[in-house]
């Protein structure tokens, strides 16, 4: 079984501060980890991916994600928020291969100018 | 464009009604995914397809819904006698069968958006 628990369905932070979603997550087999990003009026796309290579991932538009085994962990970090960044982020788990991809709640982020 | 294509974004029925939402996905892509979101959740996985062959399906998807991909291209999805409970937004997602490197990146359409009365 996998899952993932993302904390904090809301954050909101400033334009120019330092933009931190979690996610902790759950597999029976060393997980393949992703964020995807959906915009308003838009479908998902991925942002990032780990799939067992380097544990520190970077992604599109500055984001990047750590991958922690010790706190099964893989936040989503991205040094200085841009309003263009408000969006709906969601964490997601799979065990590799062709296996489906389990998503978390999402959390949605605002931008505040 | 060459997305995932869905349609009809929009479908508002009565309960009772059945329904059908297609999707097309990615060309070269021969995997292709349905799920489900309600508001308040993040994607919920339905049912998954490689090629024609239905690989795997959710306990979610009860006996009134069906999935098809006839000829490994596009798929339907289809829910009889809807409910209000079934009101929700259905995903289509395809991917490529390309190895680890390619594992989980899945390609989204818009949605089709269900809204039973």
């Known amino acids: 079984a996998q899952s993932v628990t993302q904390l904090g369905s809301h954050v909101s932070v400033s334009e120019g501060a330092l933009v931190l979603l979690r996610c902790n997550y759950s597999s029976s087999v060393p997980p393949y980890l992703f964020w995807y990003v959906q915009y308003p009026n838009q479908g998902l796309q991925l942002l990032l991916k780990y799939t067992s290579a380097a544990t520190l991932v970077k992604g599109i538009n500055g984001f990047e994600a750590e991958f922690k085994k010790s706190e099964t962990s893989f936040h989503l970090t991205k040094p200085s928020a841009h309003m263009s960044d408000a969006a709906e982020y969601f964490c997601a788990v799979s065990s590799g291969g062709y296996q489906k991809v389990t998503f978390g709640i999402g959390t949605k982020l605002q931008v505040i100018p | 464009d060459t997305g995932v294509s869905q349609n009809p974004r929009h479908k508002i029925t009565k309960r009772g009604q059945n329904v059908t939402f297609r999707c097309d996905p990615i060309?070269?892509?021969?995997?292709l995914y349905w799920y489900r979101q309600t508001l308040g959740q993040g994607p919920e996985f339905l049912t998954y397809f490689q090629n024609e062959a239905q690989l795997e399906k959710s306990r979610l998807l009860s006996d009134r819904f069906s999935a098809e991909r006839p000829k490994g291209s596009f798929s339907t999805l289809e829910i009889q006698r809807t409910e209000q409970g079934d009101s929700a937004m259905y995903l289509c997602?395809?991917?490529?069968?390309?190895?680890?490197?390619?594992?989980?990146?899945?390609?989204f359409g818009e949605g089709s958006r269900l809204t039973v009365l």
């Open positions: 997602a395809s991917s490529t069968q390309a190895g680890a490197l390619k594992a989980g990146e899945l390609f």
């Open positions: 060309s070269e892509h021969n995997r």
